[in-house]
Each structure stands twice: as structure tokens, then as C-alpha cells.
């Protein structure tokens, strides 16, 4: 019992180690809770949630050599790149009137902020290698360890990270909200965009350069 609540602590010690990286989940969640609230984070994490849990599936009914392969990951990282640089176009030019946010705004926002989570989550190739790496070992270290259990016991300790983090960054920027101008607010979006673009080009050429050591060898 104390070794799987030690494997528990351990998995949300790795898990929230990942999360501190910034990365395309994390702008999103900044540029989206300034203008839709709180919320935002715990629906990017959960649109996150989604994509870990199909994953792990995938893994479980024996593809899990497939999730760390070249071919998949120079996929991943073009189609994401691309991805990423769109997203990263619509936030730099992402505008709002503060004072008049609607009901029915809010409400979309809310499906918008989940499906966020699932497209920087799958676009982000680092995220497949982190799960074909410590994620993998993390898996099946809990299967072994007490089955079914086990695995449920990594998936809350790594979950209650993502969730923690998020949330809390989701808090203190939707904070700002009430603060800022909409001048300032446009700022934002531009900073979170160009990020998002630079980050995406970073994928975008890395796979690139991959796929032509791939040929070369």
C-alpha cells in the first residue's frame, strides 16, 4: 500500500515536471482564460485528458511501439508544426470587447477550450515522445506493480498535476481580465500567437530535418 501511494506521489511529481514546460497547451490556456475565465483551464485539460486517455489505450492494445516510432513522429511533427502556426495566426489576430462577453459566447468557448486541449496536445510531438519514453515506463511500471490499480494510480497522480497547474495559471490569468485594457489584451494575444508560430516553425523544421536523416540512412 505505501509503495503504490509513493508510486502515486511519484507519478504527479514527473507528471507536474512536464507540465511546467511551456509549450503551445500552456499559451492557450493563458490567451483563452484573459477572455473566456477560469474555466478555461479545466477544459484544456480536459480536452488533454481526452487525448492521454485514447493514448493509453492505443498503448494497452499493443501499439505502443508505434507511439515512439520516426515515421509517426515526423508526422506528427509537420502536420502539428503546420497546425500550430494557424493557431498561432487566429490568437495574434484575436480580438474582444472586455465589457460584452454573451451567454452564448461563453458557452461556445467553453466546446472551443476542450477541443484546444486535444489539437496542442496532438500537434505537439514532444507529447508522444514524452509517452513513449517516461510515460511508457510510468504505464507499465503500475500495471506491474497492482494491475488495474496501478494504472489508475499513475493516471491520478499524473492527471492531478495537469489539472493543478493549469488550473491555477488558468486563475491568475483570467484575473488579469479585470484589469487590463483591451489594448493590452490585444498584446497578449499578439505575444501568445507569435509564440505559438515560432513554436510551431520549431516543429515544422525539426521534422523536416528528421525525415531527411530518415532518407539519408
Request: hydrophobic content about 55%; proline content about 2%; aromatic content about 14%.
Amino acid at each position: 500500500m505505501l509503495e503504490l501511494i509513493l508510486f502515486v506521489l511519484t507519478s504527479f511529481g514527473v507528471g507536474l515536471s512536464g507540465a511546467l514546460v511551456p509549450g503551445p497547451m500552456l499559451t492557450v490556456t493563458v490567451s483563452d482564460s484573459v477572455k473566456k475565465g477560469f474555466l478555461t483551464g479545466p477544459l484544456v485539460v480536459l480536452g488533454h485528458f481526452i487525448t492521454e486517455l485514447i493514448l493509453i489505450i492505443f498503448i494497452l492494445a499493443g501499439f505502443s511501439w508505434l507511439v515512439g516510432s520516426a515515421e509517426v513522429a515526423i508526422i506528427i511533427g509537420t502536420l502539428g508544426g503546420i497546425m500550430l502556426i494557424y493557431m498561432g495566426y487566429i490568437t495574434s489576430k484575436s480580438t474582444v470587447d472586455l465589457n460584452d462577453v454573451s451567454d452564448t459566447e461563453e458557452t461556445s468557448s467553453k466546446y472551443g477550450s476542450v477541443l484546444k486541449g486535444i489539437v496542442t496536445s496532438v500537434s505537439n510531438p514532444y507529447f508522444f515522445i514524452w509517452w513513449a519514453t517516461i510515460g511508457l515506463a510510468f504505464l507499465f511500471k503500475g500495471v506491474e506493480m497492482a494491475g488495474l490499480v496501478g494504472l489508475i494510480g499513475f493516471i491520478i497522480g499524473h492527471w492531478s498535476a495537469d489539472l493543478g497547474w493549469f488550473s491555477a495559471v488558468s486563475f491568475f490569468s483570467s484575473k488579469g481580465s479585470t484589469v487590463i485594457s483591451e489594448k493590452q489584451y490585444s498584446l497578449i494575444m499578439k505575444i501568445c500567437g507569435l509564440f505559438l508560430i515560432v513554436l510551431g516553425a520549431y516543429f515544422l523544421i525539426t521534422a523536416q530535418l528528421n525525415m531527411l536523416n530518415f532518407r539519408l540512412y
